[in-house]
């Protein structure tokens, strides 16, 4: 499941006009953040910095919340939001915007995304919900490990940590 969610990560296919993922405001040379302090969506610029996504399979659920205005309370709920969201990827689903619907029409046009999905869920069908999942999976891959936070937070004990990575 993190296979394919990195490989979502990474597609352009996921933003209406081809022209960002999610990798565009999470740059992984940037501890997958990025310098700027908003980043650039299909519609112009976003409302707030992206937050970095380093280490997030520490954290346990539910959460108090995530996104500035800790609008997610998993990161099966965040993944998607930005994807839907106007300004970011554009699949809202607004007046004469495509649907997430139209997304996996899209996605079930590629060859590999048969076979990615097959192999992580047992079959090919595409749905939001095994999107947000396989994309959520390679979040919690993501992690650092030379930082001052990890040198900190090796040395606290009983700090939570979820091993369920896929």
């Known amino acids: 499941k993190a296979t394919l969610g990195r490989v979502l990560f990474y597609d352009k296919m996921l933003s209406v ?6 990798a565009s405001c999470h740059k992984q040379e940037l ?3 990025i310098e700027e302090l908003h980043g650039t969506g299909v519609n112009g610029l976003t409302l707030r910095k992206p937050m970095r996504l380093l280490n997030l399979r520490i ?25 839907k969201d106007h300004i970011e990827m554009g699949y809202s689903d607004q007046l004469f915007t495509p649907s997430f619907n139209d997304l996996i029409l899209k996605l079930e046009e ?9 192999f992580a869920f047992g079959d090919n069908s595409i749905t939001e919900e095994k999107i947000a999942k396989a994309l959520a999976q390679f979040l919690r891959s993501i992690e650092s490990y030379d930082s001052k ?14 091993e369920n990575i896929e």
Not at 110 to 118: I, Q
Request: hydrophobic residues 35%; glycine residues 8%.
């Open 149 to 162: 936070f990890d040198e900190g937070f090796t040395m606290v004990e009983g700090m939570p940590f979820n």
């Open 110 to 118: 590629v060859d590999y995304y048969d076979e990615l999905f097959t």
């Open 31 to 33: 501890a997958f953040g």
């Open 17 to 22: 006009d081809g022209s960002t993922s999610c």
């Open 59 to 83: 954290l346990k659920t539910p959460l108090v919340g995530l996104f500035w205005d800790e609008r997610a309370h998993s990161l099966e709920n965040l993944t998607t939001q930005p994807i």
